[in-house]
């Protein structure tokens, strides 16, 4: 899946929010997002981060980005005003190696491997890179691996990626169960939304952050207002008390 539908919503309803956003996304691939919210970005803010990581970014994709006025690509961490950063790495060593790197991202997209192994380490390890107020995307959350686990490793296309995760069987499966195991065991109190009829979850802390959605019923996510209100700002150095 992507998040073609809600990117528009989430720009200019929470990221309008916050002066310097930084946004991570797992799993990129042609960049059906990263471009949308790099587009919007870079239309509404003076400073922006946008950091992508794939086990197989397209070489397509870096062309495209690198046309953009005024936005600095790279493969590696750069500190210009508006940069997008692109790591071909798996998301569990990249988060693994990445612990103490003194980031907060405002927005998490979690999109790459599907299934309960990945999802769980991944939020496990995102949650030190975050802010209070941070709100994460899990992507198919209601969809067809929601309790089924899929690795990339297992299709044809990427038979000769390396960095694809091997197969690994867990207790449970799918996207759904990942999540709400990681819910159910966070120190931090974690709320799960989803509306509508569509594929991903909201993942964030009441106390910091509200979203708000009326929709009719059935009315899908991408024809829908979502509105955010960063309720309180995070506090300077607050990562270290959380652990
Ligand atoms: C569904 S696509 C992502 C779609 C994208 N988020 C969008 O909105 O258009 C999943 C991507 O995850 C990547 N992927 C799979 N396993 C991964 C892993 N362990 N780490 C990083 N990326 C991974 C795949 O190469 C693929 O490009």
């Known amino acids: 899946m992507s998040y073609l539908g809600f990117t528009r ?5 929470y990221l309008s929010q916050i002066e310097f956003p930084k946004i991570l996304e797992i799993g990129v691939d042609k960049g ?14 003076r400073q922006f981060m946008y950091t992508g990581v794939d086990i197989r ?15 600095t690509v790279s493969w590696h961490d750069d500190l210009s005003d508006r940069a997008v950063i692109l790591f071909e790495d798996n998301s569990l060593e990249w988060l693994k190696n990445n612990q103490e790197a003194p980031i907060e991202f405002d927005l998490v997209l979690v999109d790459g491997d599907h299934n309960y192994h990945t999802v769980l380490n991944e939020l496990n390890l995102i949650q030190n890179l975050i802010k209070p107020s941070t709100l994460i995307v899990c992507d198919d959350y209601q969809g067809r691996y929601s309790e089924k686990d899929m690795f990339y490793s297992e299709r044809d296309e990427y038979k000769n990626i390396e960095l694809a995760t091997p197969r690994i069987n867990s207790e449970k499966s799918g996207i759904k169960n990942a999540v709400n195991d990681f819910v159910n065991t ?6 799960v939304d989803v509306f509508g009829p569509g594929d991903p979850c909201f993942l964030y802390r009441s106390e910091y952050l509200k979203i708000q959605a009326n929709p009719p019923p059935d009315t899908l996510l991408r024809d829908m207002d979502i509105f955010f209100e960063i309720k309180k700002e995070s506090p300077p150095g607050f990562r270290n008390s959380f652990f």
């Open 9 to 13: 919503s989430i720009c200019r309803h």
């Open 32 to 45: 059906q997002t990263a471009i949308p919210i790099i587009q919007n970005l870079s239309c509404t803010r």
């Open 57 to 71: 970014l397209s070489k397509d994709l870096l062309e495209q980005l690198g046309q953009f006025e005024s936005v």
């Open 186 to 191: 966070s120190k931090l109190d974690w709320k």
